[in-house]
């Protein structure tokens, strides 16, 4: 099969389309034919080689961490799926990723694609979606009335963030540049913040919930629009514990969990447009195509999702 692979850390040029073989399958385990997969920026760490540490892999990598397509074979041990069935996940392991043909996925992470929604738009849910639904709803016990502040909302986890905040009934703050202002308005935020032209930390005080995506300095100064009791949970880096307790809040980092069911949640709230997948480019299943998305997504200027589509 056709995959796009790397062979060593380093730049976008280290992605090499080669022929590798189909990827094997478990029993728990189907096989997907894939139809379209997307970037997120764990892709382009990885592939620098930021998370060999954590997650050490042997070349070739296979990147790519969303998954959607139609179930060409099942495990003997699969039970809820079945050949044809269209289907998205977020996979758990890489080096057998998405940036190939077909891919094997456990049954437990799998959910069924809405039959209203495109291949592409299944496939910019499962990692930012989940990501957003797990920093929202699992760490933060989001509830209706709640102020959250979700940093840099015209990307990925953020845009997913909103909306789903937005559905628990929360009260939404941003961040971003002016150019994405009405992109932000139409996902619902309450309270848009242009970063360039004005300091957050100065604007908002005693929210409830903090979904930071950036880290650094922003993260530090996010705990000061925190109420006592508030939440912090970052996807960028690990929170200041000593801080934190300072604060009387609440902070942690959140490494994304795979889940089926949960993603299955997920696609009800697509079905039914209360959560709408946001793709902002779209780059064709090759070499040239995988590199030019690498570097805009490094270049951290995409408003929404990035595609790539397969077939």
Known sequence: MRAIVIDQYGSANNLIERDVPMPDMKPNQVRI????TSINPIDWKLREGYLKEREPFAFPIILGWDAA???QE????VTNFHVGDRVFARPATTPNGTYAEYTAVDENLLAKIPENISFEEAAVVPLAGLTAWQCLVDFSKIKAGDKVLIHAGSGGVG???IQIAKHFGAYVASTASGKNEAFLNE???DKFINYKEENFEEILKDYDIVVDTMGGAIQEKSFAVLKKGGKLVSIAQPPDDNLAASKGITAGFLWLEPDGKQLAELGQLLETGIVKANIGHTFPFN???????HELSESHHA????????K
């Open 74 to 77: 099942i495990g003997s041990d």
């Open 287 to 293: 070499q040239d195509g995988l590199r030019l998305a």
């Open 69 to 71: 397509g139609i179930i």
């Open 33 to 36: 034919e894939l139809y379209a």
């Open 187 to 189: 996902l619902g935020v």
């Open 159 to 161: 845009s997913f963030a």
């Open 303 to 310: 408003k929404g999702k990035i595609v790539i589509k397969i």
